[in-house]
């Protein structure tokens, strides 16, 4: 499938078909090994990012602008409730085809890619855990993305710690009243749905609730917008509630079960961002292949040049071996099997690590020009850095894996 380098900033190679041109050295092609459907929307979704989302990239980032219309568009390719049943709007798709769907979307703007992520996240945990009241209320003006979500659990004082969150919720007859912040937050302020996780018991994992609060309700407010190295086209804003009265109505779960909802969501968060951190290596080994090919010193081609083949053939390789490990974790929580947790962590540790490392070398492939913000390459060095960080730390997700290997 042609995927337009738009990349390369607005007027100077807009919408050059790289890929027409040379084809995807089959090494690297990430349609290898999907079944027919697979590669069918994984298309729809390259061609969505190449003409919808790569020319904008660019804007986006510096105008900090939230592309809600462009998100619509891809809600109309059903990407806006991917692993949601169909019986509220969402298009019914396995983990593997929701990775393969954000890897593809995240070689147009990795950054607009990882908010969707995590609206999808959102839906799911009301699909999941919600009644069928609450399913049906929330579940098909968000799968449209004609209302858009953000998950709150982060707060100033309790990042990796998430079981000592101080958020709280009192109950008072049938409304809980919510007191605290939330920090980092997605979408903050843009958004419509929030979904909280706040104590309603004692300290630790178990005093925590998860509720859906909606964007109007008395009480709840944002602070200012954060200026972020990336991730610019979608706001981050603090959540801050203040005697905000939200009905038990609203509620997913029974009280205490809060933290384990916002765990299991996680586990596919994890795989959904280390999919859009796949994209953007993805596109920086196309970028670094085509400078590498074009651009000449000493006399030749940077392509003739044994040191940066070596480097490019590392590139790809670690390339394959995370997104192999990305869909490994995948089918894993897909069937539900007891380690996908533990493999969601491995792949979301090694996919970010190595997928930064990747994006980083290619901007160190164009030199000069590749710390131009007329190149797209330092665009996707600066939007994938934060999967490092969020959605669990890559420490974090150390600490998981090892607790699994030393547990007896």
């Keep these: 499938s042609a995927m337009a380098m738009a990349w390369r900033a607005a007027p100077r190679a807009a919408a050059r078909l790289l890929l027409g041109r040379r084809g995807i050295a089959s090494c690297i092609d990430p349609s290898t090994g999907l079944t027919e459907d697979q590669k069918e929307f994984q298309k729809v979704a390259l061609d969505f990012a ?32 991917i692993y949601v049943k169909p019986d509220v709007g969402g298009s ?77 919720a009192q109950r008072k007859g049938d ?23 706040c104590r309603t018991g004692g300290p630790g994992p178990k005093g925590i609730s998860c509720l859906v609060l909606e964007k109007g309700m008395p009480g709840l407010s944002f602070g200012k917008k954060e200026k972020k190295v990336g991730w610019n086209s979608q706001p981050t804003r603090a959540v801050i509630f203040e005697d905000c009265v939200v009905p038990v109505g609203n509620r997913l779960g029974a009280e205490g079960q809060g933290f384990n ?40 081609p940077l392509a003739n040049n044994q040191y940066l083949q070596f480097r490019l053939a590392e590139m790809a390789t670690r390339l394959v071996a995370a997104r192999l490990m990305v869909r490994n974790a995948a089918r894993a929580l897909q ?10 962590s491995m792949a979301k540790l090694f996919a970010t ?29 600066r939007d994938i850095r934060v999967h490092q960080i969020l959605e669990g730390t890559n420490e974090v997700m150390r600490m998981i894996v090892a607790r699994n290997l030393l547990q007896g």
């Design 175 to 197: 409304t809980y009243v919510l007191n605290g912040s939330k920090a980092f937050i997605s979408g903050g302020g843009d958004t419509d749905v929030y979904v909280v996780m």
């Design 50 to 81: 190449a003409k919808e989302m790569a020319p904008y990239m660019a804007e986006w980032d510096e105008k900090e602008i939230f592309p809600v219309e462009t998100m619509r568009k891809a809600a109309q390719l059903g990407f806006g409730g």
């Design 335 to 344: 069937d539900g099997r007891e380690d996908a947790a533990v493999l969601c």
């Design 92 to 168: 019914g798709l396995s983990r593997l085809d929701t990775s393969i769907i954000f890897e593809a979307l995240s070689t147009g703007c990795t950054s607009t890619t990882a908010y969707m992520s995590i609206h999808n996240m959102c839906v799911w945990m009301i699909d999941t855990f919600g009644n069928e009241e609450q399913r049906r209320r929330f579940c098909p003006s968000l799968c449209s993305m004609e209302k858009f979500a953000s998950y709150c659990l982060t707060e100033p004082g309790s990042g990796s710690d998430a079981a000592s969150l101080l958020t709280s």
């Design 353 to 381: 690590d190595e997928c930064f490392g990747i994006c980083n070398q290619a901007l160190q492939m164009h030199g000069g020009y590749g710390y131009l913000k007329d190149y797209a390459v330092q665009q996707f060095v």
């Design 261 to 300: 909802i916002a765990m299991q969501g996680l586990n596919g968060g994890r795989i959904n961002i280390a999919s859009c951190s796949l994209g953007a290596a993805h596109a920086s080994v196309l970028l670094a292949q085509e400078h590498l090919t074009v651009r000449k010193q000493f006399g030749e």
